[in-house]
Each structure stands twice: as structure tokens, then as C-alpha cells.
């Protein structure tokens, strides 16, 4: 039985440069999914055609770039992350076979074996977001568990967060006294909803 060996992590991906190679739907996908959760990224995306779509993201992304081109190995230089989201495997292959040599990080789409990393599906409540991942198996049943999350977590869960920042930045103490306390202050929330669970 296969388990799912991926270690998530939150990347700042302001402070990184991304490559997306295709301006079609894919590209349009993966382009608006990274833009949606980090407006500041700093995203380039080169094809010969791009869909007035992802043209238009442009009005709300200033760091977007769109280079109408074909794809050359030019376009890696200073980048840290790449898309290969065409319709034509050969060149998503070669743009694959580029970034490895680059030693840049890649997601194929479509592609689990050649990818590097994936983009999860997000759930998104203010500050709080989770990353949902069925290890390239199923996008789909993905979008279906962020959709059960969306709709199970309140929509006051930021002030919660916000208040536990508060209490957090007031504690004095070592790292295990504040451990202890903000897991004595959380728990109830675990016995609230094991009680839920009760009714």
C-alpha cells in the first residue's frame, strides 16, 4: 500500500521568481491558483498565444509578466519555480529536462512523475489556510475535501486567530511554558467539538 511521502510547506513566493510555461487553460489555472493565494508573486508566463483571461490578470497582478513567445531555454535564467502547463507533452518534457538541468524546481502539469511539487488545493479563512493533498491521485476529490473544509470551519475563526496571536505575544516564559499554555487555552476546542459530536 502506497502513503503520500510529501512534506508541505508554505512558500513566500513573493521572494521567488515563477515560470509558467502555456497561456492556454492549464497555464490560465495554475497562473490564477498561485496569484489568488500570493498576489506579490512575482509570476512570468511565456506562449506564442495567451487567453484574454489570464491577459486581464494583469489589471490585478502587477507582478505578472506575459512574454508572447515560444518557449526557449532563455526563459529559465533567474527563475526558482516552473509551471509546464501546454497541451504538448514533447515540450512540457523539454521544459522538465531544462529545469532539472537548471537545478530549478518543476510541476508538470498532469504529469506526477515529473513533478517536483504540486499545487494543493486551497482552503482559504482569513489568515488560517490549508493545503489539501491526495499525492497527484485525485485534483478532483482534492477540490471536493477543500470544499467539505470550507463549509465546516466558521467564518470567526480569523478573529480567534487574531485573539490567539494576542494572548500569545503577552505570554513570558520559555518555548514549553508557551507551548503548554496555548495547548491548555486550545483544548477546549477539542472538547467542544467532541461534545458536538455527542448531541
Known amino acids: ?14 521572494n521567488l521568481r515563477l515560470l509558467v510555461v502555456g497561456g492556454g487553460a492549464v497555464g490560465l489555472e495554475k ?11 512575482s509570476v512570468t508566463v511565456v506562449a506564442p498565444e ?23 531555454l532563455e526563459h529559465l535564467t533567474e527563475k526558482d519555480l516552473v509551471i509546464a502547463a501546454t497541451c504538448i507533452k514533447e515540450l512540457n518534457k523539454q521544459v522538465w529536462s531544462d529545469a532539472k538541468l537548471n537545478k530549478i ?16 488545493s486551497i482552503v482559504k479563512k ?6 489539501v493533498s491526495t499525492n497527484g491521485k485525485s485534483p478532483t476529490m482534492a477540490k471536493r475535501i477543500r470544499e467539505v473544509l470550507e463549509e465546516a470551519l466558521p467564518e470567526e475563526i480569523d478573529e480567534l486567530l487574531d485573539r490567539l496571536h494576542e494572548i500569545r505575544e503577552k505570554l513570558r516564559g520559555d518555548f514549553d511554558y508557551k507551548v503548554k499554555k496555548m495547548n491548555d487555552i486550545t483544548s477546549s476546542m477539542k472538547l467542544n467539538s467532541e461534545e458536538d459530536n455527542e448531541v
Request: hydrophobic content about 45%; aromatic content about 10%.
Open 1 to 14: 500500500m502506497s502513503s503520500n511521502n510529501l512534506f508541505p510547506i508554505f512558500v513566500k513566493l513573493e
Open 126 to 131: 482569513g489568515n488560517l489556510k490549508i493545503a
Open 50 to 72: 495567451i487567453k484574454e483571461e489570464l491577459v486581464a490578470l494583469k489589471n490585478t497582478y502587477p507582478h505578472l509578466k506575459l512574454i508572447y513567445a515560444s518557449y526557449a
Open 31 to 41: 497562473t490564477k491558483a498561485v496569484l489568488e493565494n500570493s498576489p506579490l508573486a
Open 105 to 120: 524546481l518543476i510541476n508538470v502539469a498532469d504529469t506526477p512523475e515529473l513533478c517536483d511539487f504540486y499545487l494543493s
